[in-house]
């Protein structure tokens, strides 16, 4: 007995037609979307996973601190709405290494199982990281940073990693009050010409510019207030600004606030969805930061957003649904 319903040939007969206005291409084996849903979804949707960038005009919000007050920064927009091309043009990759008390505990545990500091761990993978991201493309440039109570330029940009490497070491710690954020995006501002293209979703940009910042003190109120000239870099789609946060974690339980609030505040500070942010503990293994560093060896407009990134290998560790492989 016949039990379908009146409409289901109908149904079919639409289907059909539908298949017909998507056909199946190499690079589109399931068909192309349908003109009338495409012209509907937002340009540049980040949750498809595609290495865009954006502009966005939301104005800044406060994000709460320890003690009560604001820590002003741009606000997360709802979607980011401008895609640029995937393309692997030049970086020029500035990193910003937090010279902070902090950084000389012997708190991680080194791979021989003795315990060392941040400071010495982070040298050595900024150093890997140099020299991989050389190694990928020669056109990329690289410039020091040291990040105390004030930022100083220490190497300009430089494709040649021994120049950046010979400046890396035999840096001393220091004892931080503050945390002057804005003065280093002023210092970042004063040596760096972001690009410009006639249009941002068809034509790639002569280079990128990015920052890595290894910070490692505890959660304190960064100084920074954001000017109009500082949110249009951050709203740039040709410029990135990555952290590495390292914090005391679960060993001091009254800094546990604080670190989050910091962290929270950085993701203040992403105005397109296009930033890497991570946090390791110091009471953990070293091994965690070398794998923060290697996870930001992708190029910024060729990785999806953070939350859609997947690193697993073994057929065993399944990514989680919805996230895309890197």
Same mark, same amino acid.
């Given at each position: 007995?016949?039990?379908?319903?009146?409409?289901?040939? *109908?149904?079919?007969?639409?289907?059909?037609?539908?298949?017909?206005?998507?056909?199946?291409?190499?690079?589109?084996?399931?068909?192309?979307?349908?003109?009338?849903?495409?012209?509907?979804?937002?340009?540049?949707?980040?949750? %498809?996973?595609?290495?865009?960038?954006?502009?966005?005009?939301?104005?800044?919000?406060?994000?709460?601190?320890?003690?009560?007050?604001?820590?002003?920064?741009?606000?997360?927009?709802?979607?980011?709405?401008?895609?640029?091309?995937?393309?692997?043009?030049? %970086?020029?990759? =500035? =990193?910003?290494?937090?010279?902070?008390?902090?950084?000389?505990?012997?708190? !991680? %545990?080194?791979? /021989?199982?003795?315990?060392? /500091? *941040?400071?010495?761990?982070? +040298? #050595?993978?900024?150093?890997?990281?140099?020299?991989?991201?050389? #190694?990928?493309?020669?056109?990329?440039?690289?410039?020091?940073?040291?990040?105390?109570?004030?930022?100083?330029? !220490?190497?300009?940009?430089?494709?040649?990693?021994?120049? &950046?490497?010979?400046?890396?070491?035999?840096?001393?710690?220091? &004892?931080? $009050?503050?945390?002057?954020?804005?003065? !280093?995006?002023?210092?970042?501002?004063? $040596?760096?010409?972001?690009? &410009?293209?006639? /249009?941002?979703?068809?034509?790639?940009?002569?280079?990128?510019?990015?920052?890595?910042?290894?910070?490692?003190?505890?959660?304190?109120?960064?100084?920074?207030?954001?000017?109009?000239?500082?949110?249009?870099?951050?709203?740039?789609?040709?410029?990135?600004?990555?952290?590495?946060?390292?914090?005391?974690?679960?060993?001091?339980?009254?800094?546990?606030?604080?670190? $989050?609030?910091?962290?929270?505040?950085?993701?203040?500070?992403?105005? $397109?969805?296009? /930033?890497?942010?991570?946090?390791?503990?110091?009471?953990?293994?070293?091994?965690?930061?070398?794998?923060?560093?290697?996870? !930001?060896?992708?190029?910024?407009?060729?990785?999806?957003? +953070?939350?859609?990134?997947?690193?697993?290998?073994?057929?065993?560790?399944?990514?989680?649904?919805?996230?895309?492989?890197?």
């Amino acid at each position: 007995m016949d039990t379908s319903e009146p409409g289901s040939a *109908a149904e079919e007969e639409e289907e059909k037609a539908l298949a017909e206005q998507r056909p199946r291409t190499r690079s589109n084996p399931e068909g192309a979307e349908d003109r009338a849903l495409s012209a509907q979804a937002s340009v540049g949707n980040r949750s %498809e996973g595609e290495g865009e960038a954006a502009s966005a005009d939301d104005s800044p919000q406060g994000t709460a601190a320890p003690d009560g007050t604001a820590w002003p920064g741009p606000a997360h927009p709802a979607e980011v709405q401008v895609k640029t091309p995937r393309v692997n043009c030049p %970086e020029k990759v =500035i =990193i910003c290494l937090d010279l902070a008390e902090e950084m000389a505990l012997p708190k !991680l %545990e080194s791979f /021989n199982g003795s315990k060392t /500091n *941040a400071l010495n761990i982070s +040298q #050595k993978m900024i150093e890997m990281f140099v020299r991989t991201k050389h #190694k990928i493309d020669k056109s990329h440039e690289f410039a020091l940073v040291v990040v105390n109570n004030d930022a100083t330029w !220490l190497s300009g940009f430089t494709s040649d990693p021994r120049e &950046v490497c010979s400046c890396l070491y035999d840096l001393e710690t220091v &004892v931080c $009050k503050s945390f002057n954020l804005e003065g !280093l995006f002023n210092l970042i501002q004063q $040596k760096i010409e972001l690009p &410009v293209t006639e /249009n941002v979703q068809t034509i790639p940009p002569p280079y990128v510019v990015r920052t890595i910042l290894v910070l490692g003190r505890p959660g304190c109120q960064p100084q920074f207030s954001a000017s109009e000239q500082m949110k249009k870099m951050l709203q740039c789609p040709y410029f990135f600004f990555d952290v590495v946060y390292i914090h005391n974690g679960a060993e001091e339980k009254e800094d546990e606030t604080s670190w $989050k609030e910091l962290y929270a505040f950085f993701s203040s500070l992403d105005a $397109k969805g296009t /930033n890497y942010k991570y946090e390791v503990a110091l009471t953990g293994p070293a091994v965690e930061l070398h794998n923060c560093m290697a996870k !930001l060896l992708a190029h910024p407009l060729q990785r999806p957003c +953070q939350t859609h990134a997947a690193y697993s290998l073994l057929e065993g560790d399944e990514p989680p649904e919805a996230e895309a492989t890197v």
